[in-house]
């Protein structure tokens, strides 16, 4: 029997389905949950979806207000399926329940997934999790409603950056497969991508008037301090894009930005363009991350945090 036919024959064969994500979800996480906790419904399964901590970010979902934040009775449930995880660790809080459940099913597309379920549709050359889950419910005999596909369909926006990465033409075939279902693509690009808040754009506003563009014009400097945090009384995440108003800055190869989380101890974003390896130049100082997208920490005060990172930064600069 194939896994899509595995899967099949699970879910025909439960009747109580747990969904679990990784923590932290992103759009691909949220949008897969509950696309399919909406497919599954509509077969006449009962479909919880369990997300602990989740950004109010996608409310705009269909099911979002279904979603439980804790569950008393794991037994209950005769199958869990973990979405977008490529490890039982991802799941974080929520791991228990999973090692608890009988049957287990795993839908993922991260090239690293250990196959942690009983059954495992792992395609990793897929945009998205929820690009999968189409291949999945196409297995399964079950049409794609309007409101699956603007789950669906965001999940595939926010993991390829808008058809930017990992985009394949299959992708958009899949696309516009949702799209005949009527979804306002529009609407959903907006409140994806271009919702911010008025506390967001306040922080944004106090780093913006301490950007500084050195080293003839290649990096882009900025800071914001627990002051304006408390100021405005900014939420966790609100600091999150700050770093990418630098980046794309014409001409900046590197931008930095640096948020106090205590005195004299800031954390630092790096962000480059083209060709400088800020994951080196993070794991010089205990930090970590990719080729153009790292972090770290200094214990140093403002001043001397931006000296420090645009030395190492000027090493590598054409
Ligand atoms: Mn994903």
Do not use: W
């Not at 029997?1 to 747990?18: F, G, H, P, R, W």
């Not at 009962?46 to 439980?68: A, C, Q, R, W």
């Not at 794991?74 to 995880?85: M, N, R, V, Y």
């Amino acid at each position: 029997m194939s896994v899509l036919e595995q899967i099949k024959e699970k879910v025909d064969q439960a009747t109580n389905i747990l969904i679990l994500t990784h923590e932290n979800p992103d759009g691909d996480a949220v949008g897969s949950s509950l696309g399919f906790m909406n497919a599954l419904k509509k077969i006449g399964k009962k479909v919880t979806v369990l997300i602990p901590e989740i950004n109010n970010m996608y409310s705009f979902l269909p099911g979002f207000d279904e979603i439980k934040h804790e569950i008393d009775t794991p037994e209950e449930f005769d199958l869990c399926i973990a979405l977008d995880s490529a490890d039982i660790e991802r799941l974080h809080i929520c791991k228990p329940y999973f090692e608890k459940i009988e049957h287990t099913v795993v839908i993922d597309h991260h090239i690293t997934n250990q196959n942690f379920g009983d059954v495992n549709y792992v395609n990793a050359i897929a945009s998205s999790t929820c690009q999968n889950l189409i291949v999945v419910l196409a297995a399964m005999d079950i049409a794609i409603s309007k409101e699956m596909a603007e789950c669906i369909y965001t999940g595939i926006l926010t993991d390829t950056g808008g058809f930017r990465y990992n985009t394949q033409s299959e992708t958009f075939e899949f696309a516009a497969m949702l799209l005949e279902t009527g979804i306002d693509i529009a609407k959903i690009y907006r409140l994806v991508f271009d919702t911010t808040t008025e506390k967001r754009t306040r922080l944004l506003s106090r780093a913006l008037d301490r950007l500084e563009i050195l080293e003839e014009g290649k990096v882009a400097f900025t800071y914001i301090t627990k002051q304006d945090e408390e100021d405005l009384q900014a939420e966790d995440g609100d600091h999150e894009n700050i770093v990418n108003y630098g980046r794309n800055i014409e001409g900046v190869e590197v931008s930095i930005f640096a948020r106090e989380k205590g005195e004299g101890k800031y954390k630092l974003s790096l962000r480059a363009n083209e060709y400088v390896d800020v994951s080196q130049i993070a794991a010089k100082y205990a930090g970590g991350g990719h080729l153009r997208a790292a972090g770290l920490e200094m214990n140093m005060p403002i001043e001397q945090v931006k000296q420090t990172i645009v030395d190492e930064i000027k090493k590598q600069l054409k």
